[in-house]
């Protein structure tokens, strides 16, 4: 696998751990997944940062606020240790109560400068 598809299918698992820890409540894991300094989360319901958002994220999952994230198509941009990521993805509400639409999100992911292996943030 080159360099490049590497990056790639790491940028993609980071997203996929977005998806699945938020929805399954493990917000230690959860939070590994965001930049530590100045993380940020743009949604229809949240802007904030992301330390904000784990919380409020926290406080609907632990008052019954059950969502699960589907993801689709996935591209990744890399230039050097940067790198953007978009997603197509669609929130399902548990109790079978239909999602408004599908959203395309993006992230955007940085090298820690310590080199390979590169912890994308």
Known sequence: MSQADSDRHEIRQ???NWALWRDAGNWD?????WHPRDGWMSATWFQ??????IKAS?????????????LGGHTADIVGDRAIAQSRSRGEPVRGLPARAWTSWSA????RPRGWPRRWR
Do not use: Y
């Not at 904030?48 to 958002?53: H, L, M, P, R, V």
């Not at 926290?58 to 589907?70: A, D, K, M, Q, T």
């Not at 955007?108 to 090298?111: E, F």
């Open 29 to 33: 894991r959860f939070a590994t997944v």
């Open 14 to 16: 980071l997203i996929e």
């Open 108 to 111: 955007s992911a940085a090298a």
């Open 48 to 53: 904030g940062s992301a330390t904000d958002f």
């Open 58 to 70: 926290r406080e609907g999952f632990e008052n019954g606020v059950s969502i699960l994230h589907f």
